[in-house]
């Protein structure tokens, strides 16, 4: 059974940087293309950022310079630091692992960045 678990969300002050984790259980982590998503309310899904199983990146526009993505494969979790964060940033974060032909989510971390 595949379990993705996010952890490291919060509330934050404009400026101020998190870190988010995932743990991935139930997969072969090292050949699973892993990637962060937000959704913030009233807004569709979007990407953050991914990591392919060959550790190359991608980012969306609104977080470039911002979010760096890692993988830490002997410990099945992927990360993403998030620095100089804006209240636009706020959304809830979720983890998602895809590969042989599948498509993981977790459970999401909520984010809120306010003063």
């Known amino acids: 059974q595949v379990q993705l678990v996010e952890s490291g969300g919060g509330l934050v002050q404009p400026g101020g940087s998190l870190r988010l984790s995932c743990a991935a259980s139930g997969i072969m982590f090292s050949i699973y293309d892993m990637g962060w998503y937000r959704q913030a309310p009233g807004k569709k899904r979007e990407l953050v950022a991914e990591i392919s199983r060959g550790r190359s990146t991608k980012y969306a526009d609104s977080v470039k310079g911002r979010c760096t993505i890692s993988r830490d494969n002997a410990e099945n979790t992927v990360y993403l630091q998030m620095n100089s964060l804006k209240p636009e940033d706020t959304a809830v974060y979720y983890c998602?692992?895809?590969?042989?032909?599948?498509?993981?989510w977790g459970q999401g971390t909520q984010v809120t960045v306010s003063s």
């Open positions: 998602n692992a895809a590969g042989r032909g599948t498509s993981n």
